[in-house]
């Protein structure tokens, strides 16, 4: 693994993803964003979001690929990915809607739809910063364990506890959360040139030590990035609670010189 970043609180984890995209803004105006859902990088996008005012940066040329979509949902549901995207990322940057793609999870396309994604995130020139969460049990986008680890962008059946974990955003009726999605593939991900994947509170400690300092399996997606050659994981004391290494990750990262660090 590359880097590991122990931080004190989503805010600073925040920063310092910021930072990293503010400056691609700065030096690549039509820079692309690999953009994730769920919870964990709410503060990152917000901290952006104001440095972007604060820099005054022109984002007009910036393309953003979300990770995942449920299949079978309605891209107007509030909870489609495309919704969340827009809600989240979209609106609050500044970015121009139709520069910020999601995969297509129209049941009626889905043979394609996979190859197609993969295709125009070629035709943008490849993603240059990917911002990752992580799911309880590894999961990265929506590729649950024995996902391949070479995958391109398909269609894939969610977990159970996935859909137990998503639920909340369902009404807590696991019956309205869709079986099926479209993600990027882990394939599609490492090919990233940069990937930063950030992890908070003791429910993701199992799956960050797993990802970070277990061995490289399909059992554990998260895994795969310890083959990236630029992938920083950024956790918070709680999420790191797991890690055998910890103090050597703190001690490593205090004596780097400032051009290492991300
Ligand atoms: N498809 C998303 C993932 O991209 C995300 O990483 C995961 C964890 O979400 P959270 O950050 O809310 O814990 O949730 C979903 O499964």
């Known amino acids: 693994m590359a880097e590991i970043i122990i931080v004190d609180s989503q805010e600073q984890a925040g920063d310092i993803y910021a930072h990293c995209v503010a400056d691609l803004i700065e030096s690549k105006p039509n820079a692309v964003l690999g953009l994730a859902t769920g919870s964990s990088p709410l503060v990152a996008y917000e901290r952006l979001a104001a440095l972007i005012k604060e820099r005054k940066l022109d984002v007009s040329g910036v393309q953003g690929f979300a990770l995942d979509e449920y299949v079978g949902l309605d891209p107007e549901h509030p909870e489609s990915y495309r919704s969340t995207i827009n809600r989240?990322?979209?609106?609050?940057?500044?970015?121009?809607?139709?520069?910020?793609?999601v995969p297509n999870g129209d049941p009626a396309g889905l043979q394609t739809a996979g190859a197609a994604y993969d295709a125009a995130i070629e035709e943008a020139g490849g993603i240059d910063i990917q911002i990752l969460g992580i799911g309880s049990?590894?999961?990265?986008?929506?590729?649950?364990?024995?996902?391949?680890?070479?995958?391109?962008?398909?269609?894939?059946?969610?977990?159970?506890?996935?859909?137990?974990?998503?639920?909340?955003?369902?009404?807590?009726?696991?019956?309205?959360?869709?079986?099926?999605?479209?993600?990027?593939?882990?394939?599609?991900?490492?090919?990233?040139?940069?990937?930063?994947?950030?992890?908070?509170?003791?429910?993701?400690?199992?799956?960050?030590?797993?990802?970070?300092?277990?061995?490289?399996?399909?059992?554990?997606?998260?895994?795969?990035?310890?083959?990236?050659?630029?992938?920083?994981?950024?956790?918070?004391?709680?999420?790191?609670?797991?890690?055998?290494?910890?103090?050597y990750y703190r001690y490593a990262y205090e004596h780097k010189p400032e051009w290492q660090r991300i």
């Open 137 to 247: 049990d590894g999961h990265i986008g929506f590729n649950e364990p024995g996902s391949s680890l070479a995958s391109g962008t398909r269609m894939k059946t969610l977990t159970e506890q996935t859909r137990i974990d998503n639920a909340r955003f369902f009404d807590n009726d696991i019956e309205q959360v869709p079986v099926h999605c479209i993600t990027q593939g882990i394939g599609t991900i490492m090919k990233a040139r940069q990937l930063i994947l950030l992890a908070f509170g003791k429910g993701k400690a199992d799956a960050v030590a797993a990802a970070v300092e277990g061995g490289v399996s399909s059992l554990c997606p998260a895994s795969a990035l310890q083959f990236h050659p630029h992938a920083t994981v950024i956790v918070d004391e709680e999420a790191a609670s797991k890690l055998i290494h910890a103090d």
């Open 88 to 101: 989240t990322v979209t609106v609050p940057l500044g970015l121009n809607p139709q520069s910020v793609h």
